[in-house]
């Protein structure tokens, strides 16, 4: 995959194990919906909640939402797949505590694009060979099994110090091996709306994509900080009539120099609203 696939500002968990709340997911507005069978699921009901999948992909549209996998290491993970190799409706596969590119590769070879989730030290550490697996549509954070991995305390000057190193790694791993934006993990409160919209800005301005949700309150308030504001866009188009204009890759723009790398990303701001 490469970063020309198509930007995802959100996707919104659903638990398999509620199908009645399918449908509404699909009309929450998310830029993706995101079937779980992994955490949403108890261990005693994953065998119902994947046939929950599959009763709803046989009259869900073509490519119609995410499905979150067991992770490799589980006894559940090849039915997973086998579901996946199935079902038309399901767009993509994420794969929860990817540790290996050889996971990865197993996931890739269903034939959809995989989303790895990266949420414990050894995916971490893992993280070149992981990024550069193929198959890979973009990478994605899980940072709050992250830190119940490395033992690290919620909400203090360490976490943000351990979960920004992190989010920095994804973030180049992502651009040496041409991967899509990545997507930031879940904001656990829903109700603390200022708090998503600092975090969702803190990694928008990092480079992230999007961020994973867990409730549909949460997608309004991310698309307001992902989308690109007004007067980004009018800079962004006036970067671009002035480049046709003079047919020149360096000139002043409001007392601005521009050159190459500018205009490139004049034109991923005006790509990025007319995808949306």
């Known amino acids: 995959m490469t970063s ?3 930007s995802l500002r959100s996707a919104l968990f659903v638990p398999a194990t509620r199908p ?18 992994e955490d949403a699921v ?28 067991n992770d490799a290491s589980t006894p559940w993970f090849e039915d997973d797949l086998a579901l996946c190799a199935d079902c038309d409706a399901i767009a993509g596969i994420m794969l929860p505590k990817t540790e290996s590119a050889a996971q990865v590769s197993r996931v890739a070879a269903v034939g959809k694009p995989v989303v790895p989730i990266i949420e414990s030290a050894r995916g971490v550490l893992a993280l070149a060979e992981i990024a550069g697996a193929g198959g890979i549509e ?34 180049l791993h ?22 998503l919209a600092q975090l969702a800005t803190q990694v928008r301005d ?15 308030v991310i698309h307001t900080v992902f989308q690109p504001a007004e007067q980004e866009v009018s800079w962004a188009r006036r970067v671009l009539e002035q480049a046709d204009a003079t047919a020149s890759s360096a000139f002043q723009l409001d007392g601005q ?6 205009i490139e990303r004049a034109r991923r701001i005006v790509a990025q609203v007319s995808e949306q």
């Open 42 to 69: 108890e261990r005693t009901a994953k065998t119902q909640a994947r046939d929950h999948v599959r009763e709803f992909a046989r009259t869900a549209a073509p490519a119609s939402f995410l499905l979150r996998v």
């Open 4 to 6: 020309a696939a198509k």
């Open 257 to 262: 120099m521009v050159d190459a790398p500018v």
């Open 206 to 220: 990092m480079g992230f994509g999007g961020m994973l949700c867990i409730h549909p309150k949460q997608v309004g």
């Open 138 to 171: 973009r990478l994605s954070f899980g940072y709050l099994d992250l830190m119940l991995d490395t033992a690290t305390t919620p909400d203090t000057a360490g976490a943000r110090l351990l979960l920004d190193h992190i989010r920095c790694q994804i973030l």
């Open 174 to 195: 992502s651009a040496a091996h041409a991967l899509a934006a990545p997507l930031d993990g879940v904001y656990p409160n829903f109700a603390d709306v200022q708090g």
């Open 20 to 37: 009645e709340r399918f449908e509404k997911a699909l009309a929450a507005g998310a830029d993706a919906v995101i079937i779980d069978l």
